[in-house]
């Protein structure tokens, strides 16, 4: 895994908990970014027949990862699903960064 990834998702996580949110935990945030850069760059051999994937369906995917790997009961998350939504568009954006024109 590229360093500077990490280390752009890192950050973002820890922007996130300076901003409240409580799933991105320093506890947790190394742990965090591991599973989801791993997810993130997984999605393709787990969905072969997806070639051409929404943003939306990567995060979605994403979500659910980080879900399953840290929840003890994952179909209890509830409102919390909101704050799993912002980690996994943070570790995102550090993934695959926008490219400029």
Known sequence: MLEPTRAAALAALTELWEQGC????????????NIGLRRWHSFHRRHPRNRQPSHEARIRDLVRGLIEAVEPEPGLVGPLVKDYECVAEAIATAAAPLREP
């Open 22 to 33: 409580p799933i991105a935990s320093p506890d947790d945030r190394d742990r965090l970014v």
